[in-house]
């Protein structure tokens, strides 16, 4: 299979006709490397058990890179060795509650994200991480 491609690109001096190795970047040369990394699961909870993971997507490794465990009441910790303070976002929602709970998502230190979750009294509580979404990203 041929995955070379003819890209045209249109500057204010000329116009260049570019191949496009396999769509890696100009022929020849090699394809940008991205230093991003991508941890994206739904997660599900019952009781007071860790949250339950159905990974998405890992580029921090395979399975089992990304350690889950609860510490505490309400009170997650995710870690990884590539979490990094400054470097890394953290995004969560929670779904299927008519309550107003809350999620808390705090990473002051490398390698751990602390993940608390709250019920409508504003009380640490478990059983909140139903149909929840995670996302970490990392950048370099």
């Known amino acids: 299979e041929n995955l070379n491609k003819n ?27 991205s230093l991003n990394k991508l941890y994206k699961t739904l997660l599900t909870q019952s009781g007071g058990n860790a949250p339950v993971p159905t990974i998405l997507e890992n580029s921090f490794g395979g399975p089992g890179s990304v350690g889950i465990q609860r510490t505490n009441t309400g009170t997650y910790q995710f870690s990884n060795n590539d979490f990094i303070v400054g470097k890394t976002l953290v995004t969560i929602t929670i779904g299927g509650f008519n309550q107003r709970y809350h999620v808390v998502s705090n990473h002051t230190q490398n390698g751990i994200i602390v993940i608390t979750t709250y019920n409508s009294s504003n009380a640490l509580a478990d059983g909140i991480l139903v149909n929840a979404s995670l996302i970490i990203e990392k950048y370099p």
Not at 13 to 29: L, M, Y
């Open 7 to 33: 890209r045209l690109i249109i500057s204010k001096e000329k116009v260049v006709n570019v191949t496009v190795d396999g769509g890696r970047g100009p022929a020849g040369t090699p394809a940008p490397v």
